[in-house]
T-cell receptor, first 113, second 109 residues
Framework: KAGVTQTPRYLIKTRGQQVTLSCSPI?????VSWYQQTPGQGLQFLFE???????NKGNFPGRFSGRQFSNSRSEMNVSTLELGDSALYLC????????????FGEGSRLTVL | AQRVTQPEKLLSVFKGAPVELKCNYS??????LFWYVQYSRQRLQLLLR??SRESIKGFTADLNKGETSFHLKKPFAQEEDSAMYYC???????????FGKGTRLSVIA
């Protein structure tokens, strides 16, 4: 069974630009969560989707948004990028919202210059 | 609000020595607690959860509700245990998994 796939793996943007990250969950998993990982803050929860509906949202500004498609694939978008948005963005999937075990992707490393 | 605290950013131990990675949480209900591990150049993955009360790779963790702790222990550290360890909490509802900031374990040969 293929694992969680995230694209792109690496990207460099400049301040003010916007970025879209993609996540394909494990087949059969309907819940997708996004986390921002930085050395200083660890993993911070962004949002969680299940059956195309946002079920939970973390404490991030409105520049961070996401969506989930009918095939459970998910995207997150960050608009008007700031230097502080540089981070590893991790996607995780599970069978349902509230499942104990999350299966993580390798992440998309975003650098904002 | 849920909160998970891992007081040590870095823990260095010698091979064969006991290991204890500390995790404290603040939550008034009955949480589900987990330990996740990230080995070098690998994905973050579940190590163990308190509900199953299992031992994985020699690691165990006991939930102490009185002290609101969920420390991870191993009696004899191995070099392959070197990794980043994250404690995580989810309350009983459909809420997101909240992680601590992690502890880097370095096992010295």
């Amino acid at each position: 069974k293929a694992g969680v796939t995230q694209t792109p793996r690496y990207l460099i943007k400049t301040r003010g630009q916007q970025v879209t990250l993609s996540c394909s969950p494990i087949s059969g998993h309907r819940s997708v969560s996004w986390y921002q990982q930085t050395p200083g803050q660890g993993l911070q929860f962004l949002f969680e989707y299940f059956s195309e509906t946002q079920r939970n949202k973390g404490n991030f500004p409105g520049r961070f948004s996401g969506r989930q498609f009918s095939n459970s694939r998910s995207e997150m978008n960050v608009s008007t990028l700031e230097l502080g948005d540089s981070a590893l963005y991790l996607c995780a999937s599970s069978y349902w919202t509230g499942a104990g075990e999350l299966f993580f992707g390798e992440g998309s490393r975003l650098t904002v210059l | 609000a849920q909160r998970v605290t891992q007081p040590e950013k870095l823990l260095s131990v010698f091979k064969g020595a006991p290991v204890e990675l500390k995790c404290n949480y603040s939550y008034s209900g009955s949480p589900e607690l987990f330990w996740y591990v990230q080995y070098s150049r690998q994905r973050l993955q579940l190590l163990l959860r308190h509900i199953s009360r299992e031992s994985i790779k020699g690691f165990t963790a006991d939930l102490n509700k009185g002290e609101t702790s969920f420390h991870l222990k191993k009696p004899f550290a191995q070099e392959e245990d070197s990794a980043m360890y994250y404690c995580a909490l989810r309350d009983s509802g459909n809420t997101p998994l909240v992680f601590g900031k992690g502890t880097r374990l370095s096992v010295i040969a």
